[in-house]
């Protein structure tokens, strides 16, 4: 016999990169299930999740089922794992917090899911279209300033398209705008903050 029920209340901690989705994936899995959720957002992204909790709260949802906190993350963490009532932790951000949390959920032993840092990895074959693959490859790699995990950052290509592949690539990123992420003509805005500064300069 499988019987599947809510797990129970569940702490999620979000990432500043992609401010909307990520909050939502987290409200909606644990909504769905029947879970009542504590949010942690980013503290350098707040307004997003307030917006979207506000959504909620206005479509009806009864008050404590979705809850947001602030603070620093280190000690909002702490306090939510180690609370009783928190049974299932989710986290989206780097390996290294993920892996603080996870010591942190194992002490209770409670179910946790983590999405940690990406090392994307792109495969361009023989036989691929090169132009789309360029392209497709191009909107991937450049999309948020590359400040997000799944931005391409290795690429394995045969050696026969090679050199067709970096001329479309090339072409590509030398047409793109780098402006301020509000003008409407802007490809590539700001990077968020000097952390990612220095990780940019790192891989290049």
């Given amino acids: ?3 599947k029920e809510p797990v129970g209340p569940c702490a999620s901690f979000a990432a500043w990169n992609v401010p909307a989705t990520t909050p939502c994936r ?3 899995g644990a909504l769905a299930a029947g879970c009542t959720l504590v949010l942690k957002p980013s503290e350098e992204t707040p307004a997003t999740a307030l917006a979207i909790a506000k959504a909620f709260e206005d479509a009806g949802l009864p008050a404590g089922v ?3 906190v602030f603070g620093v993350p280190a000690e909002i963490s702490s306090q939510l794992i ?5 049974r299932k932790v989710s986290f989206t951000g780097s390996t290294e917090v993920g892996k603080h949390l996870a010591r942190l959920a194992a002490d209770r032993v409670l179910r946790i899911t983590l999405e940690l840092g990406g090392h994307a990895p792109v495969i361009v074959a023989e036989d691929a279209d090169v132009e789309k693959a360029a392209k497709s490859v191009a909107t991937n790699k450049y999309r948020n300033a590359g400040q997000i995990c799944i931005s391409p950052s290795r690429f394995f290509v045969h050696d026969r398209v090679h050199d067709s592949f970096v001329r479309h690539f090339t072409e590509i990123s030398a047409a793109l705008q780098v ?3 509000i003008d409407e003509d802007s490809d590539i805005g700001a990077l968020a903050n000097k952390r990612r500064l220095d990780a940019m300069e790192a891989f290049v």
């Fill in 1 to 3: 016999v499988v019987l």
């Fill in 26 to 28: 987290k409200i909606g």
């Fill in 66 to 68: 979705l809850n947001i």
């Fill in 82 to 86: 180690a609370t009783a009532e928190i």
């Fill in 179 to 181: 402006k301020p992420g």
